[in-house]
Structures are given as C-alpha cells and as structure tokens.
RNA sequence: GGACCCGUAGCGUAGCGGAUAGCGCGACAGCCUCCGGAGCUGUAGGUCGUGAGUUCGAAUCUCACCGGGUCCA
C-alpha cells in the first residue's frame, strides 16, 4: 500500500516540476524521522535550486500552493530549508489496506526467473553455512514469487569433482571397503556425518604423502569423470546418499527445491565440449603456445580496450621481467581436463538457453516426504518432466563472496560470446562466510592459537572437520524450544509441543541468518542463535501469537462481529491523538515498500528488518491499549480490525522469510 | 603485483547524498487487581578508522593513508 501511494506521489510530483518549470528529475522520496513530519518527503526542491538559482525554500512554497491533489495524499506541506512533506489521507489508507490484504501475492506472470542455492559438495553433512546460502536463495525466491515472477529453484550437484573423489578414496582404499558394503553405509540414516568425518582423514591422510594424494586423486576423478569402474559407482552412491540428507536437512528449514542439476550429465550429455567449440569458434579463449601456461586453454582476462599499446606494451613487460603470469584465466588445463569455470560457463550458457542442448529429467527416488524433485539425467527421462530447458530472463547464483572472481570470469564468458544481455543478467547473489566466535570454536573443542583467540572470528573448514553441522544445530535448538513449550505449555498435546518447538526453532535459525545484510560475516554463536528475545524471530511470532490470542478471547466475548464505520476510523486516526494508531496502521501498509526493496537492493534482510519493525510498532501498541476491554463499542472494533491487519501482514512476512506463526507458543 | 569487501557506543549491526545517526545484546533503574513478561518504559554509552576534496548539505561520493578480511596470479 505504501510503495503504490508513494509511486502515485512521485510521478505527480515529477509531472508538475516537468509542466511547471520544464525540469525532468527523478523523485527521491523519503521517509521523514518524524511523523509529524509526514509520511513521505522529498527534498528535490534542494536539486531544483541549483538550476532555477532561486532558494529551495521559496520553490517549495511554490510547488506546495500550486500542486494538485493526489489521490491517497491530504497535502503537501514545505518543511525545514525546503522539504516538501506530503501527508496522507488517514482513513482512505485504512479503508485500502483492508481491501488489498484480501488480495493474496500477485498471480505469477512474466519471464523465467532461475535461482540457484544450496549447491552443497555432494560429500559429507551441510554446515552453517551452507544453510546461510540455502536460506538466502529460499528467501529470495519467497520475495520473488510474491512479487508474480515465475521462479525456478536449482540445486548444483557437484557429483563428479575432487571432493566427492576423496571420500571415495577414503571408503575404498582407506578403510578397504567392497562396493556392496559402501551402498550399506549409505543407506544409514546419518551416512553424511559418517562421511564429514571420513573427509576429515582423507585430507589428513593426503596431507602427509603429496605425491600419493595427486597419484590417487587423480586416478580416481579420472574413473569418475568417465564414470566407469568400482570408483565411478561409489562415487555415485557417495553422491545421491548424501544429496538425500541434504535434501532432508533443508526440509527441516521449510528449504525445497525444483531441479537438482548435476555435473555429471553435464560430462555425460557434452554440455562442456558444445560450449567448448563455440569458445573456440568465437576466439574467446585461446591456446598458450608459450611461457608458463603453454598448452592451456585460456580466457585473456580484462583487456582494456581503451588502454592505449604503449601503456599495454610496458605491463606486459614488467609481467615478463617478473616472470608473473598475466590475469589470464586458465579454462582448460593442459592435460585436457576443464576447469570449474568452464563447466559454469557452459551451465549458465544452458540457464539461459544458449547452449541448443538440454537434460534428460527423471524424479529424485529418495526425495523428503510429500515433495516432488526432479534431478537431470542421462539416460532417457521421463515424458511428463516440467520444461527445465526454458531459457531464463534473469538467473541469480547464491555462491559465497569469495568466489567473485569466478563468477567475473564466467560473466565476461558470455559476454565475449556475444550474450551481453545475458552476461547483464547474471546476477551473482554473494554473501559474506559464517564463521564461529572464538569462544564458539573453543567451546566446540577446537584449540586455537593465540593470534585465533584473539580475532573477532574463526573460520570453519570442511577439510578439517570443523563446524557446525546444520542438524546438531536445529537439534540443539529444538531441544531448546521445546523444553520452553513444554513449561508453557503443559496442557498441549506432546505432538502439538514439538510442531510448535519446530516452529519456533526454525524461527530462530531463518530470522538469524536473515538480519544480516549479505556482505556482514556472521560471527556465529550458539548464545546469539538460541535468544529468543529482541530482534529474533521468536519475537516476531510472538506477536502474532499475541494477536492470535485476543482474537480467540473476541471471539468468546462477540467483539469481533461489529463493522467498523470510515468515519470511526477517520476520527481515530485524526490529528496528533491518532498518530499512535496511524503509526502501526502505516507499517502495517508497507509490506510492499519492504518486498520492492528488498528485490531492487537484492536483500532479504529488508523484509526480516519489517518483520521485527511491525512486531515492535504492535507491542508497543498492545502496551498503550487494551482492546478486549475498550468500552466504546465502535473503538473496539476498530482497535480489533487493525491487530487483524497486523496479523495478516505480520504473518505475510514471516511466510516470506519462510518462518510460520504458530498458533499458541 | 592486481582486484574485491569491511572499519558506526562495551559487543553485534542498520542507514550508503538530505532533517536530532537508528536497532538489538550487555549494564543500570522501573512496569503484572487488566487481552500471555519470548513483553514494555526509562537512563548511561557515538571525534560514524584518519586526513583532504566534491557539494547548499557527507557515516553515505572521490582520493590518499591506517587497520582487518578475501580472491587472482
């Protein structure tokens, strides 16, 4: 409601400065520190005034004696050295917001929108920051969809690569294991905390031999990639078994996905060798015939075609007399192997339907209870398959900061092949690592040197087996919920007990990760993650579950069948006795506001910051008002239509965070 | 050597060209005869890393420097 009355707002405002003074401007508008203030201001009288060279104040007075109304705005008044401050029409919002909460998330319509999260290495349990990633990529395909864009969720399996390869060595050669044997393992319920831990070894063991390390690994990431022999089978059953636990871990995160799309049909199905040729075709990459990388395949990194050849001619020799190598990039190295970013180059070329191949699709055997996922194949798939294949407008690849100058690499790909458009479109959605506090690390057994301990953070290793796994986290968490339920909560019954602690848990989890903007590095701590109190999500469903009660309680009482007239509410809201209630309506109004920032910004933290705002607004309303007891008639119900409003959109944007809000808690 | 990110109260974090720099945790002092205290109110706490520049206006933009992190080679 907001985000529409103050797009109505701008383009007035920019159409009168246009007609009266022949100035085309973009409106910034806005929100003034006070209500007093309005509800929306702009300051574009400042801008004016550099080229009308008259003072801002007086074209403010201007622009407000002479600007017609706008629909949804009572006036526009001139503030401070020439603020133009619009106020609105108190009950008009009232009766509107009412009206467009009816209105449920815009029908899908428009182009293909592709997100590609979680894209965990198919070899050992997902971490914390894995579920970061996975959270991230869920939220913004929330806020998406809510804002009507067909979305399509993709999941990168890495089925063929180095660290799959270790486990493998680690199961077959390690611990001398016959394939029947490892397709036992995996079917344990908690093969991939078997496996985190198997990883560990195999890295210690490849550490103390490096030549044996490259011998092994090499062999068998050759076996794999060509997948062929015992390798290439436990390499498959390594990989499916642990994407299932994944699969199963971010269910428990309301976290799912459409397609798993894997490497190795992108071998299989020669995704890599068509996207080859056209590098090869077009000149994008080129073979060394000299000096270091002779023999590779490489992408001349970031030639300036404005630098003049002198300028060229002189780095180039520096870059010589030092014997560095230049910023180019290896795509294909020269035993012939290709590098990640030339798989990535031919996977995103496929997203956006460049590449004039497609998969096979076939359903995932060993999906999450009640879901559907399909995952590529090479075999023939099944006919009734969703079309996967459909070039995308816009793919967003949730992959963490540190790989930048990867996805720099793939992006200029496309644009040397001529897809600018594309290259424009591919957005990657970085965020920052979660790593542990000190005090976390020690606290989980880590020893740490003295330089660690006195860092503000340490950071977690795979490799190392260090981290906290995503399932002893939710455990730990549940445990902790439900225990507090439980004391709450006696009279429940212990399958709604658990629901709730669930809720509850994932709450705390989702809302955590969320209230950071993407590039701040979480410090992760179990104290932080396990308040349930202040900018939580706890705090956040409590709300509504303090909504939810009045509502039960109205019920009882029969306040909640009386209609509320406009002019109730129009008094109610009036003058500054109606700012208290107009101030929680107006937050109430602004989910829209939040959801287009949080697209345009590419943050999600919007949405969990309105969250916690209108909870807030609401508590504070809740403290000053008693609503059940109210004795006029009219004010109560007015007082009991709003906190449903509250509810409905507080309850929107949690889902939006992919949080519930539980009846009772 | 090059590229990117980050320095905001004790701690964490938002704001990224506009009005008195918000919020959470922690500290201290309060608030249940009344819809659930996972709540509310108040107090203390800030040279927005440093210096210069652009601007009517800078935490926000530019440059240099200092400190921390990451990536490429």
Redesign the pocket.
């Known amino acids: 409601m907001y985000q529409r009355l103050t797009n109505r707002l701008r383009e007035a405002l920019a159409a009168h400065i246009r007609e009266k003074y022949g100035v085309e401007l973009a409106i ?1 508008l ?5 209500i ?3 509800e ?8 004016l ?2 080229k009308l060279k008259k003072a ?1 104040r007086q074209i403010a007075q201007e622009i407000a004696s002479t600007f017609g109304k706008v629909e949804g705005v009572a006036r526009v008044e001139v ?7 619009a106020y609105f029409d108190r009950a008009p919002f009232w009766t509107s917001a009412r009206a467009e909460r009816s209105n449920e998330r815009r029908a899908a319509s428009g182009q293909k929108i592709i997100v590609e999260h979680t894209s965990i290495n198919p070899n050992k349990a997902a971490h914390i920051g894995h579920v970061r990633n996975a959270v991230l990529g869920d939220t913004m395909v929330r806020i998406l969809r809510h804002a009507g864009n067909r979305v399509q969720i993709q999941n990168y399996i890495d089925n063929t690569g180095v660290q799959v390869a270790d486990v493998v060595i680690g199961l077959l050669q390690m611990e001398q294991r016959t394939p029947t044997n490892v397709k036992r393992l995996a079917m344990e319920p908690r093969f991939d905390y078997y496996c985190w831990n198997l990883y560990a070894k195999a890295t210690n063991f490849f550490s103390e031999d490096k030549e044996r390390a490259a011998r092994l690994r090499g062999a068998t990431l050759k076996a794999i990639e060509e997948g062929r022999g015992e390798d290439a089978e436990a390499a498959q059953v390594v990989a499916d078994a642990i994407v299932s636990c994944h699969l199963r871990t971010m269910a428990r995160l309301n976290i799912h996905y459409d397609l798993l799309a894997r490497e190795s049909e992108i071998l299989r199905l020669k995704f890599w060798d068509a996207a080859f040729e056209m590098l090869k075709e077009s000149s994008v990459i080129q073979l060394a015939t000299s000096g ?2 002779a023999g590779c395949w490489i992408l001349p ?2 030639e300036d075609p404005k630098e003049v050849q002198e300028v060229k001619e002189i780095k180039d020799k ?2 010589e007399e ?1 014997e ?7 795509i294909v190295r020269s035993n012939g192997t290709v590098t990640y970013v030339g798989k990535d180059i031919a996977y995103q070329l496929w997203k956006f339907g460049l590449l004039g191949k497609d998969f096979y699709y076939q359903m995932w055997a060993n999906a999450p209870e009640g879901q559907t996922v399909w995952a590529t194949t090479s075999d023939e798939g099944e006919l009734n398959a969703p079309h996967f294949g459909e070039a995308a407008s816009r793919v967003y690849n949730v992959i ?7 996805q ?1 690499v793939v992006k200029e790909g496309l644009r040397r092949l001529g897809h600018e458009k594309a290259a424009r479109n591919s957005i990657h959605f ?1 965020y ?2 979660v790593a542990l506090t000190p005090r976390c690390a020690a606290e989980m057994g880590y020893e740490l040197s003295p ?1 660690e301990a006195k ?2 953070y340490v ?1 977690v290793s795979g490799r190392k087996g260090f981290g906290v796994k995503a399932d002893d986290l939710l455990d730990k968490l549940e445990a ?2 439900l225990a ?2 439980q004391q ?2 006696a009279e429940m019954s212990a399958e709604e007990q658990k629901k ?2 669930h809720a ?1 848990a994932v709450g ?1 989890l989702r809302f955590f990760l969320l ?9 992760f701590d179990f ?2 993650a396990l ?6 999500g ?2 956040c ?3 509504v ?2 909504i ?3 509502r ?3 019920v009882e009482v029969g306040a909640a069948k009386i209609d509320v007239a406009v002019e109730t509410a129009g008094h109610l809201l009036a003058g500054p006795e109606g700012n208290g209630l107009w101030e929680l309506l107006l937050a109430a109004g602004s989910l829209d506001y939040a959801v287009e920032a949080a697209i345009a ?1 590419q ?1 999600p ?2 949405v969990a ?1 309105y969250a ?2 209108l ?2 607004a609401f ?12 004795a006029d008639e009219q004010k109560r119900a007015f ?1 009991l239509r709003l906190t449903e409003l509250v509810e409905a959109q507080l309850v929107r944007a949690l889902s939006l965070l992919g949080i519930e809000s ?4």
Request: aromatic share 10%; hydrophobic share 35%; glycine share 6%.
């Open positions: 910034v806005e929100r003034p520190p006070k007093e203030m309005g929306a201001a702009s300051p574009v009288c400042f801008e005034a550099k801002p503030a401070g050295g020439g603020y133009l401050n270091k990388m990194w970031k520096i870059a030092e560095e190598n230049t910023q180019d990039k290896i963490d900061a540190r790989q930048g100058y990867l720099d970085a920052e690592i330089e860092k503000p950071e902790a919920t507090e339920v709450r909560h709730t602690a509850i705390a209230k950071f903007t993407r590039n701040a590095i979480i410090a104290k932080d308040s349930f109190e202040g900018e939580t706890p705090y469903q409590y709300a579950v303090r939810r009660g009045i039960r309680k109205g910004t943050e933290a919007f910051r916690f705002q909870a807030q508590n504070l309303f809740y403290h000053k008002h008693h609503i059940l007891s109210e007082l539980p009846e009772k808690m």
